[in-house]
């Protein structure tokens, strides 16, 4: 098993994740919950081994269970490596309403 990362380092992870906010500003454990749905949603796999080593899988989990904003296949894989159901994740059982192309 891979040893925790004892700091993280927002500058390492991808330019791309914090596009709207300061990353100077930001408190790896106080904007926890951000930083993990930004990685889950638009991170590579370094981003997403990063959070892991600082953050441990049980806790993206845990965020990932009451996020709504993330969409089911990064769910279920939060879901396997945690050995947890998908079905307790926010996400499958309150489906985002999305808008249906009208059929002419």
């Not at 992870?13 to 408190?27: A, G, I, P, Q, R």
């Not at 997403?48 to 990064?74: E, L, N, P, T």
Request: hydrophobic fraction near 45%; aromatic fraction near 10%; include cysteine.
């Amino acid at each position: 098993m891979k040893t925790a990362i004892k700091q993280l380092n927002l500058s390492e992870l991808s330019k791309h994740l914090f596009w709207d906010v300061t990353c100077n500003e930001l408190d790896p454990v106080a904007s926890q919950g951000f930083i993990i749905r930004r990685v889950l949603r638009y991170g590579t796999m370094d981003d997403w081994r990063r959070i892991v080593g600082f953050y441990g899988i049980h806790a993206i989990a845990q965020v990932a269970m009451h996020a709504r904003d993330i969409d089911r296949k990064s769910a279920a894989f939060v879901s396997l490596l945690a050995g947890m159901c998908k079905e307790k994740f926010r996400c499958y059982a309150e489906t985002q309403s999305t808008m249906k192309h009208w059929v002419c």
